[in-house]
């Protein structure tokens, strides 16, 4: 009932910068959102979490990218965003946000329901 879509991605030398995006929509209707959190996926390498953002502003990164990341949020826009600077050929990998969100749809709630978008992919040559 609700989709999360990425967009954002590419190819960036080491160094560079990119900004990804992540909307949240309908046809659901989104009541509130917990948190909104980027993870990420490099070949042959588990998930792990890059970056979230709770709703009371607490803020937590992975120690590979503190200092370099920056989440960000958007409540009108039901957006969240990744600012990733100083990128690193480690840093490649497939991103992907997830939110955890209570919408209703056709009259009926789902509360703390959590979503995942379909990935963008980061590439950083060196």
């Known amino acids: 009932q609700v989709q999360l879509v990425e967009s954002g991605g590419g190819l960036v030398q080491a160094g560079g910068s990119l900004r990804l995006s992540c909307a949240a929509s309908g046809p659901g209707t989104i009541i509130g959102i917990n948190h909104m959190d980027w993870y990420r996926q490099a070949p042959g390498m588990q998930r792990e979490l890059v970056a979230g953002l709770n709703n009371d502003g607490t803020i937590k990164y992975s120690d590979s990218v503190k200092g370099r990341f920056t989440i960000s949020r958007d409540n009108a826009k039901n957006t969240v965003y990744l600012q990733m600077d100083s990128l690193k050929p480690d840093d490649t990998a497939v991103y992907y946000c997830?939110?955890?969100?209570?919408?209703?749809?056709?009259?009926?709630?789902?509360?703390?329901?959590?979503?995942w978008g379909q990935g963008t992919q980061v590439t950083v040559s060196s």
């Open positions: 997830t939110a955890q969100m209570t919408t209703v749809y056709n009259d009926v709630p789902e509360r703390d329901v959590d979503y």
